[in-house]
């Protein structure tokens, strides 16, 4: 998605035709995007350099995988951590090319509006739920790795994101909540090709919106034209209780499936 330059409201002026004012969206320099890529591609290379060296544990599966991937049975066994870290390993070149190009794409534009913070809980709130359907779905012998889930996670914030501030960008938000299900549409039918963890993307488009729906911001213009700003309306408690509700949810999924199956 491109990031529209600025917001347009109308002002409406007795004996004068109707025109816009322009209000700048806030922006903040991409860090934690970058920096998520940065430290994927280092466990990447990570990952090739372990079997390049001490060879491949076993089927073809890497050290870091071995130890890091979501492996059901493994789980069963008690490595809940692997409920998180596959979203830093992946299988190929080109996986973790798409992957991180989509990471990008998305995560430049949500990062300056979501803040720091708010990117980063997102992210691993949506790889936790994405890898915990695929942990519910896939069956005992259940294996992944990427970071899709959260990339998945991403792309329902932001359809969740321009639904709520669809009065501020009017016909752009339309034209965006457009392209963004026609996105997840496509993506989620490539998905149904074997080898790919389509359960993990719905996991984790349902978790990135979950969270977005309390949590991402709504902005609101004040001021007196032309010094317009636009401020968040959005409460910190409401921000801890859409991260309270993707862990309660999912997490209630993962010991069900984990006790209860």
Do not use: C
């Not at 993990?200 to 007196?224: E, K, N, Q, R």
């Amino acid at each position: 998605m491109i990031e529209p330059p600025r917001a347009s409201l109308p002002d409406h002026e007795p004996d004068s035709a109707t025109r816009h004012l322009h209000v700048q969206m806030p922006s903040l320099p991409t860090i934690v995007t970058y920096g998520l890529i940065g430290i994927t591609v280092f466990f990447y290379v990570m990952q090739m350099l372990s079997a390049a060296i001490l060879g491949y544990a076993i089927y073809q599966m890497d050290w870091l995988e071995f130890f890091g991937a979501r492996i059901n049975s493994a789980i069963r066994a008690g490595d809940y951590w692997r409920f998180i870290t596959p979203v830093f390993l992946h299988g190929s070149l080109a996986h973790i090319f798409f992957n991180m190009y989509a990471l990008y794409s998305i995560g430049s534009l949500l990062e300056r509006h979501l803040g720091y913070i708010r990117f980063l809980a997102l992210y691993f709130l949506s790889a936790f739920a994405g890898n915990v359907f695929s942990f519910l779905f896939t069956g005992d012998n259940g294996y992944s790795v990427g970071a899709s889930t959260a990339v998945f996670g991403l792309i329902g914030a932001e359809l969740i994101f321009f639904y709520q501030n669809r009065a501020l960008f009017g016909s752009y938000a339309r034209q965006a909540i457009s392209n963004i299900v026609f996105i997840i549409g496509i993506n989620l039918f490539i998905g149904l090709a074997p080898n790919i963890d389509n359960w993990g993307h719905v996991g984790g488009l349902l978790g990135g919106a979950m969270f977005a729906w309390f949590a991402s911001p709504l902005w609101a213009v004040t001021g007196i034209a032309p010094d317009l700003i636009l401020t968040d309306q959005r409460e910190p408690r409401e921000i801890f209780t859409g991260a309270g509700v993707v862990l309660f949810i999912f997490g209630g999924l993962a010991a069900w499936g984990l006790f209860f199956r």
